[in-house]
């Protein structure tokens, strides 16, 4: 099912894939120059699934408007958390919110986590830093995530290789940033990660 989220930025479009009797839902953006059909996204929303997880692909305003250079961080952090609350008045209301997104998408996630009041956050092929450019570091985003935080990068990945941290898994497969490759690795990582979060004691609705 998919359908249109008004936000300050225009309207978003969301592919909402249900879950059997939900425990929780995952809400996950794309990527910079991409949409929401990526193998990634399609491998994580599988495992979400068979978890019993509820997922909600969000396409940001830029990309529903047909464009492929993103806005700055304030204007994408901005409609995502529009998108957030409104899923949580509706359509995933009283379920705890993982949120995550593949490389962009996972940036806003992160940025967002704290006040969209996320449970856990999955980053898929996280862009630590511009390619051959390490000095221009994106660690303080993934580090100001004080929730249970799995990264999947793929092992070739010219962004980096976030490392560990407190309540950060990396978990690394085979592949580059696209992640094509090391698809089924990705999925088999993320079911194995989502029941450690389901069980995290006051998981906050």
């Not at 249900?18 to 491998?43: K, N, S, Y």
């Not at 692909?57 to 464009?67: H, I, N, S």
């Amino acid at each position: 099912m998919s359908f249109g989220v008004e936000t300050p930025q225009g309207p978003a479009r969301v592919h909402l894939h249900p879950a059997g009797r939900p425990q929780a839902a995952l809400l996950m953006g794309h990527g910079a120059g991409g949409g929401v059909d990526t193998p990634d996204l399609a491998a994580a929303t599988d495992a979400a699934i068979a978890s019993g997880i509820s997922v909600a692909l969000v396409e940001q305003p830029y990309r529903v408007a047909g464009k492929r250079s993103q806005p700055v961080a304030t204007k994408l952090d901005e409609a995502w958390i529009a998108v957030v609350d409104r899923l949580r008045g509706a359509e995933l209301g009283g379920l705890p919110l993982i949120a995550g997104g593949r490389s962009a998408g996972a940036r806003v996630a992160c940025r967002t986590a704290a006040e969209t009041g996320a449970a856990a956050v999955l980053c898929l092929a996280f862009p630590l830093h511009p390619p051959g450019k390490p000095e221009k570091s994106r660690l303080a985003e993934l580090d100001a995530v004080e929730v249970p935080t799995l990264v999947v990068q793929g092992d070739r990945d010219p962004f980096g290789m976030p490392p560990q941290g407190p309540g950060r898994t990396i978990a690394t497969v085979s592949g580059n940033h696209s992640l094509k490759q090391g698809a089924a690795e990705l999925g088999e990582a993320v079911r194995e990660w989502l029941p450690r979060v389901l069980r995290a004691p006051r998981l906050p609705a």
